[in-house]
């Protein structure tokens, strides 16, 4: 995603979870990509207002409230503070998902097309 948003000209920094002041890196941010692999790590309060957000990450965390023994599937951006303040937030589940699924097949159809030249696409 870095590599793609630098080739649009993009100013474009990266942060891990041992960053210092992470959240005040994150509040800098117009476009916050996040992949950090802790549920619900990042806080509205860290967002800027009117910045999109990508939430990438995907964690299964208890849900009390479905049962004993239920799972709910959560992303890294606490998605409920996060909404209040950001201009576009993807969900989890569904938001980058279909996405990505979907580039997937298309990586695969472009491969199968030019390991198979001759081979016509339906």
């Known amino acids: 995603m870095a ?73 890294d951006v606490d998605f409920a503070s996060a909404a209040q303040v950001a201009g576009a937030i993807t969900p989890v589940p569904g938001g980058v998902g279909p996405m990505t699924i979907a580039c997937l097949l298309s990586n695969t159809l472009t491969a199968c097309c030019r390991a198979n030249p001759h081979a016509q696409a339906a």
């Open 3 to 75: 590599q793609l948003l630098l080739g649009d000209s993009c100013t474009v920094t990266i942060a891990h979870s041992r960053t210092k002041n992470l959240a005040d890196v994150v509040r800098r941010a117009d476009i916050v990509v996040a992949a950090v692999g802790r549920p619900e790590m990042i806080k509205g309060d860290w967002i800027k207002a009117g910045a999109t957000v990508i939430d990438v990450g995907i964690n299964r965390v208890a849900a009390p409230e479905k049962g004993d023994g239920e799972m709910r599937l959560v992303g």
